[in-house]
């Protein structure tokens, strides 16, 4: 990990930030190799200050983004305990949990029990000094402690403050999980085989609603710098997979009729998507009648190009159970390197179903900055996910690893002159 050092200002003074130009309150951390700054994706939000209420996964993924863009997010955990995702494990990374370790780099822990008085002050002081405010406590909890966005956003006009939870800020007493979420999105019903729904291999209601959330975060910042005025964000995990539904939703909304599971393919192309082999699956994604052609060229099968009941797309459609029980088949006597390297000649999009191993061993992987090495004294040093930006032809880089419970709270609080 590179050397992190801090540049102090010794007088507040404005345009600080690329977004707005007000005092700047906080110290924005530099990552420096060697003897110059390292120029990177994270350079694109620095400047911003961000507050950080939010734990588990989808605010912290929020947060985690506009970190390693480069903003500084101060992240404010209950004292005793923390964020609950330091205890979901194993497995254990140090201290934390790798649930933990995986969202949570370049960003500062304050711990404050904001049950008591003073420590309720102590954070209400850095969301006075701050940029953006993000949340996903329950609905309604921010107001009862003080914290809300009407509150805060009337002694600090120029704030974005962004809650994230399950169902939205008019809907609070229904618990936000990502499972529920999932079920009740309609995401669940159309996912999986035909045995059932099925839940996607990640948390992807709450990965989605913390990238819709720093979409708009950034927007809003955007805005404000015309306006010097803030927004108030609800962003709620529901709407966000509702979002995604797209075409699937449309074709609903369009005609009345709910889709058809498609499982492991695709509503509206054929043959696209998983086919058993002889030794493993492969993807074959046939975009086009041409593809069609060169693939069935490709793997022997002149028979099926020549079959009129393939001959253009609408066609397959029609005939689509017919088209896939006899494409599995014949692959099923066919060996998955074998299929990918004819259909690749043949310039027809397939692909092989990678395991992790598989996927962080691949070369591409590691040539597209996808893993990055992050170190703290307790565990040494670990391996996490990066950022998939690549800006200018640079990637995000690790300026601080993932916190340690209440590491920075003296450091912080001093910076905003709230000090005992």
Known sequence: MSEVRYVVDDEQVPGAGPFEEAPRAFRQPESVIGEGRHTSVAD??????VVDFTQALSGPYCTMMLADLGADVV??????????????????????????????????????????PRDRTAARALVDAADVVVENWRPGTAKRLGLGAEETRRTNSGLVYCSISG???????RAGYDQIVQGTSGAMAMTGPAGGPTKWGVPVADIAA???????????????????????????????????LTHQATRYLATGTVPPNDHNGHSTIAPYGLFTTADGHVNICVGNDSQFRRMCEALGYPDLAADPRYTTNPDRLAHKPALLADLEHRLARERTADVLTRLEVA?????????????????????????VTVER????????????????????????????????????????????
């Open 44 to 49: 694109q939000l620095a400047g911003v200050r």
């Open 347 to 371: 310039g027809v999009p397939a692909g092989p179903v990678s395991r992790l191993d598989e996927v962080f061993d691949d070369p591409r992987t590691a040539a597209r900055d996808m893993v």
């Open 210 to 244: 913390g990238m819709f959330a720093a979409t708009a975060v950034i927007a809003a910042l955007y805005e404000r710098r015309g306006t010097g005025v803030g927004r108030t964000l609800d962003i709620a995990m529901q709407d966000c997979l509702v979002a995604m």
């Open 167 to 173: 169902f939205g800020q008019d809907s609070p007493t």
């Open 75 to 116: 992240k404010v955990e209950n004292p005793g305990r923390g964020d609950d995702s330091r205890h979901w494990g194993p497995p254990f990374v140090g201290d934390d949990a790798a649930y933990f370790v995986s969202v949570n780099r370049n960003k500062r822990s304050v711990a404050l029990d904001l049950k008591d």
């Open 377 to 420: 004294d307790d565990f040494g040093t670990t391996r996490v996910p990066n950022g998939p930006w690549k800006v200018d032809g640079r990637s995000a880089v690790v300026r601080l690893p993932p916190p340690h419970l209440g590491e920075h709270t003296v450091e912080v609080l001093r910076e905003i002159g709230f000090e005992d």
